[in-house]
């Protein structure tokens, strides 16, 4: 158990609809980072916040968006869903803003049908 | 931007068998991280190296941080049917870089 929890873990949905995907970091982590893998494929970078801010940000499509609130859980918002957008959702945390080492959830996997 | 080179894409081993994988760049890093993702669960962290040069073992895996910076790989001796996964290797400086992964099947 990471200590990292991600809800809903199963999401099936149509396309043209919104969704939001929730993020609860380990105890004390302030970071939060959002990753999106494709059947067989790696992990594709979305967003990083810090304590509420945001601090990178990767390949995230505009129909998406994310924030930290302040009690450091995360929320990531998918809108316009295409079938394209079936997927594991993984959201990480860290402790720091600027290290490699993340603690991964279980992921959410969207299906869009 | 810059990009990771992980091989092999995926290994068939026999169980007791040596696995051996490793990444490059062509950039440098300051940090080298090998994770292992079982199917259906979120990567763990296995190693992770922070000096060029550097050999880091945990249990049956051994990594290496190459010393241009630029490389790194991981070793497994003695495969077991729980190392099945996919392994990523990750290059981290100020931002981190992911490898495609390497895909590890046990031959029955």
């Known amino acids: 158990d990471s200590g990292v929890t991600q809800t809903p873990k199963h999401l099936i949905t149509a396309t043209g609809q919104r969704v939001t995907l929730r993020c609860s970091p380990r105890?004390?982590?302030?970071?939060v980072y959002w990753y999106q893998q494709s059947l067989d494929q790696g992990l594709q970078f979305l967003i990083q916040?810090?304590?509420?801010?945001?601090?990178a940000k990767g390949n995230i499509l505009e129909r998406f968006s994310a924030q930290q609130f302040p009690d450091l859980h995360s929320e990531l918002n998918l809108s316009s869903l295409e079938l394209g957008d079936s997927a594991l959702y993984f959201c990480?945390?860290?402790?720091?803003?600027?290290?490699?080492?993340?603690?991964f959830g279980e992921g959410s996997r969207l299906t869009v049908l | 931007g810059q990009q990771l080179n992980q091989s092999p894409q995926s290994m068939f081993i026999q169980e007791g068998e040596d696995v051996s994988m490793n990444c490059t760049s062509s950039?440098?890093?300051?940090?080298w991280l090998w994770y292992k993702q079982d199917p259906g669960e979120g990567p763990v962290l296995l190693i992770a190296?922070?000096?060029a040069g550097e050999l880091t073992s945990n249990g049956r895996l051994t990594a290496q941080f190459g010393i241009t910076r630029k490389d790194s790989f991981l070793n497994i001796s003695a495969s077991i049917p729980s190392d099945v996964g996919i392994y990523f290797c990750?290059?981290?400086?100020?931002?981190?870089?992911w490898g495609a992964g390497t895909k590890l099947i046990i031959k029955p």
């Open positions: 990750a290059g981290h400086d100020y931002q981190l870089i």
């Open positions: 105890s004390g982590d302030l970071s």
């Open positions: 190296l922070y000096k």
């Open positions: 950039s440098i890093f300051n940090t």
């Open positions: 990480a945390s860290s402790v720091g803003a600027n290290t490699g080492e993340l603690f």
């Open positions: 916040y810090y304590n509420g801010e945001e601090r």
